[in-house]
């Protein structure tokens, strides 16, 4: 949490994958607690899904989003994590 938050500080956007925390490698809260402490703007999800033992990428990305809203993240924040800071990184 703080040291990302640092580094976001820093100017740093801050990667969060769905296999992390689908194949139990974290705790699903601590990927709620580092987004809250780095903050939604400098936050960036993505999926690293493409395995034959996890779930497409579609459906993958679908659960993240939706574990997100059941943590209480609106859906503009989850766009903007999902979808505008990436493209934004690619301009």
Known sequence: GAEQA???DLGAIIEHCFT?????????????????????ERTLLSTDLGQKTNPPVAEGFAMFAQKMLD??????EISRMAATIPRSLIE
């Open 20 to 40: 992390t925390y689908h194949t139990n490698k974290a705790p699903w809260e601590a990927v709620f607690a580092n987004i809250r402490a780095a903050g939604v």
């Open 6 to 8: 640092e580094l976001a």
């Open 71 to 76: 943590a209480g993240f609106t859906t503009a």
